[in-house]
């Protein structure tokens, strides 16, 4: 059960699409942003950047800028071992298995020319030259998408994010921890122009013990720019032909409202 706040405004169905695949890293959008969205801004990319190679698939002039310290050499070595040795136990070359194998090739060639990834941390207040904030980042930008997957960090980020929301034509966000963080999320909620239209519980995290999803994906659509009914949708959460489980082999978590 989640606090009726979390409930989704109501959108046209028409109007929701699925970008990226369907499975982990693939997220339900409002279509009228993409021909509007000048680039991707990635908090957070670890070794997928499925949605946003579908999303510039559908609109050519976008442009992606990701932010992930953790992805560098190190990350790769230790991939590409992880991955071999996956191969060797098998004893059986899959067309998966060779595109793991030749991943960081697929990174090199992705983020080079216009789209970029900067190996820094994304944090409230700047420190040093290895961080980067909200604030900064968006600096003279306007109309973009703001994808935010940072392991319990996006908490420190809710108050710049909300600054700038007349910049951001559509927030994709992963809560973690939902059950510890109810009264950030409220209040990130209630103090920002940009509204729900769109959640799905993340089942690699499950439910806590008090069947609270721990992880929750979320969208959440400028009202000023795109408009939506100011009433709470009636649609089931996951939605049929929409959400698909990140984790193929574990259940599916099915939402419930309460007041």
Not at 42 to 59: P, S, V, Y
Not at 134 to 157: A, G
Not at 229 to 258: A, C, M, Q, W
Request: aromatic share 10%; hydrophobic share 35%.
């Amino acid at each position: 059960m989640l606090p009726n706040f979390f409930k989704p405004t109501k959108s046209l169905r028409s109007n929701l699409v699925r970008i990226g695949p369907k499975r982990d890293g693939g997220y339900v959008i409002d279509k009228r942003v993409i021909k509007k969205t000048k680039k991707i801004i990635t908090c957070g990319l670890n070794d997928d950047w499925a949605f946003e190679k579908n999303f510039i698939q559908n609109n050519k002039e976008c442009t992606i800028q990701a932010y992930d310290h953790t992805v560098n050499n190190k990350f790769w070595i230790k991939r590409l071992k992880k991955d071999i040795i996956s191969f060797l136990k098998l004893k059986k070359l899959t067309p998966i298995k060779i595109y793991n194998i030749f991943k960081y090739l697929e990174y090199r060639i992705f983020f080079s020319k216009k789209n970029k990834h900067f190996q820094k941390k994304i944090v409230a207040n700047k420190k040093n030259y290895k961080e980067e904030t909200i604030n900064s980042i968006l600096t003279d930008l306007d109309n973009i998408i703001l994808k935010v997957d940072i392991e319990n960090d996006e908490y420190k980020i809710l108050n710049d994010i909300n600054k700038n929301n007349n910049k951001i034509n559509l927030l994709i966000i992963e809560f973690h921890q939902v059950n510890k963080n109810l009264k950030k999320i409220r209040k990130f909620i209630s103090k920002s122009n940009l509204k729900i239209i769109h959640i799905h519980a993340n089942n690699f995290g499950g439910v806590d013990n008090i069947g609270m999803p721990t992880t929750l994906e979320i969208t959440f659509l400028n009202n000023k720019k795109f408009k939506i009914k100011n009433v709470k949708s009636n649609e089931k959460y996951p939605i049929e032909g929409l959400d698909f489980k990140n984790h193929r082999s574990k259940e599916e978590i099915n939402l419930r409202f309460h007041d």
